[in-house]
């Protein structure tokens, strides 16, 4: 088959030879299919007919490219929808049993929903293959926004550091999204938290070919793990903390070792900072204590890290040097002080559930679906009616399938988007609707935002328009519920460590024993359970 561009028939869809090549492909076993034709975001009828051959013939699973991402660029497109194809089914089964051992959920009034790639929860029934590649670490912006916010920050940068690599993202009144985006080498058209993530974790293992040092790629996973969980894994950047004296064996939980039952072991790993200490002299020269080969290593991390902040933030534009560093993740907090210096940002905020920040803040994500339409015309006053007519479909369409969620009409929002691109160029900005010289207006902004010009000679395109429907539910209290204590309380411990090149008797303080805006002169360690 074939459609052109404007719509008209190529080639007539060979109705018979796709039946025979689909029963040919269900005989061989296959239960699932993608189905993507050229201009099939625009003109969806042959892929309309296909779909309803696959679904006669049994297949269990149809994906069709113009419901699963109605937006041009052909790769891009079959990609995501071949993607949806191959996991929903998948995830069809996760959820049946995860459903299956929640007996009586839905007796007793409760609902089972799962997180989105694009920020918002969906009902378990409507979770689709190609939203859920992201949604764990999209959970963790929405807690980072929804606390921030809470505690009074409203520009904000994501610091999410775990044991295998580093998520950052940025926040300055609205989420940010991409709609196209490359993940494990595979071109996805989807709606997406903008999340931009960097092989720098506690787990990242250190290396020195001979005369540099270098932080990851590699991670040392859960098992091995880093040297001082007593596996017998590699120097890691976790070992580094140790090393320094900022983490203390005595304040970890003793799950490590073969049988999960000793503490972490900072013998070990004195003993292997000395043996790298001594490779590096004698290879190069530099005649380094253990420290501060550690102290090295760790700066590496903290510099990727910084530089992959920077590329979602000062390279698109923005100053963070008055943003709040909000730092979650298993790691977070050991990095926290370094990454906001390396920045010049002066303030960070870690929540006390920052340890399971992404879990949190699922709980704390609002339901939403968004609803896309490709336009590909030339923006001027005369196109407005019919993008007008375009989002009142799609809005109407989504506010549909919230209120089939469950969610009360009163609870139900709207915004409307507009994707525009200078003709000529192929980056799209996303503006909101509104009339014509407001939408420009917004554009030109962006764009100076983005680029540090505007081209007002140019032409506009319109390339999509994009309605986000959300079904709000109560505001959460976030408000601390604990009691302050009536004095200040002293440290539980001090230890040597080492900081800035130089050694200190650190203090170390539960968190919970803090009072609230209480001051603690530096160097000082904060330790929590989370």
Do not use: W
Request: net charge negative; glycine share 12%.
């Amino acid at each position: 088959e074939r459609l052109g561009a404007r719509g008209e028939v190529v080639r007539e869809l060979d109705s018979d030879r796709a039946r025979e090549g689909l029963q040919r492909a269900y005989d061989a076993g296959l239960r699932a299919v993608a189905i993507v034709f050229m201009h099939g975001y625009r003109y969806p009828q042959h892929e309309q007919r296909v779909a309803a051959l696959a679904r006669e013939i049994g297949f269990t699973q149809v994906s069709v490219s113009h419901e699963v991402s109605p937006l041009m660029k052909l790769v891009s497109r079959g990609d995501t929808t071949v993607v949806d194809a191959y996991l929903s089914p998948i995830l069809r089964r996760y959820v049946d049993r995860v459903e299956g051992e929640l007996h009586g959920l839905t007796a007793s009034g409760g609902r089972l929903m799962f997180m989105q790639s694009n920020g918002g929860l969906t009902d378990a029934h409507r979770f689709q293959g190609k939203d859920a590649i992201l949604s764990g670490p999209a959970g963790g912006v929405v807690g980072m926004v929804r606390t921030a916010k809470a505690a009074g920050f409203h520009q904000l940068i994501g610091f999410d550091m775990g044991g295998t690599s580093t998520d950052v993202s940025h926040y300055t009144g609205e989420y940010e999204r991409a709609f196209e985006t490359e993940v494990a080498g595979v071109r996805l058209r989807a709606p997406m938290m903008l999340i931009h993530t960097v092989a720098a974790g506690g787990g990242s293992i250190l290396h020195f070919d001979g005369a540099r040092y270098r932080v990851g790629p590699e991670s040392a996973g859960a098992h091995p793990g880093p040297a001082c969980y007593r596996n017998g894994g590699p120097l890691t950047v976790t070992d580094c903390n140790v090393m320094l004296g900022k983490l203390q064996p005595e304040h970890f939980p003793h799950v490590f070792g073969p049988r999960a039952d000793q503490p972490l072991d900072g013998l070990i790993v004195r003993e292997k900072f000395a043996r790298l200490a001594e490779l590096i002299r004698e290879a190069t020269g530099d005649a380094r204590t253990p420290e501060q080969v550690a102290e090295g290593f760790l700066a590496i991390a903290v510099e990727n890290m910084a530089n992959a902040i920077k590329r979602i933030s000062v390279q698109r534009g923005y100053d963070v040097s008055e943003y709040t560093l909000c730092c979650f993740g298993g790691a977070g907090g050991q990095h926290a002080c370094g990454v906001a210096d390396s920045l010049a940002i002066k303030r960070v905020l870690l929540h006390p559930q920052a340890g399971v920040l992404s879990a949190f803040g699922m709980g704390l994500a609002d339901l939403r679906l968004m609803k896309e339409q490709a336009v590909e015309a030339l923006f001027e006053a005369a196109l407005l009616p019919r993008l007008e007519e375009t989002l009142a479909s799609l809005q109407e369409e989504g506010e549909a399938e919230m209120r089939a969620q469950g969610v009360e009409a009163t609870r139900v929002q709207s915004m409307r988007k507009v994707h525009l691109r200078y003709q000529g160029s192929d980056t799209a900005l996303i503006v909101d609707f509104g009339d014509l010289d407001a939408i420009i207006t917004a554009f030109e902004a962006a764009h100076r935002q983005r680029f540090g010009f505007v081209s007002p000679e140019k032409g506009l395109i319109a390339e999509a328009v994009q309605v986000e429907v959300i079904g709000t539910g109560d505001p959460p209290d976030l408000t601390h519920g604990r009691a302050v204590p009536e004095q200040p309380p002293a440290p539980i411990a001090s230890y040597p460590a080492v900081t800035g090149g130089e050694h200190h008797i650190v203090p170390f303080y539960q968190r919970d024993h803090l009072q609230v805006d209480q001051p603690v002169p530096g160097p000082a360690v904060v330790i929590e359970s989370t």
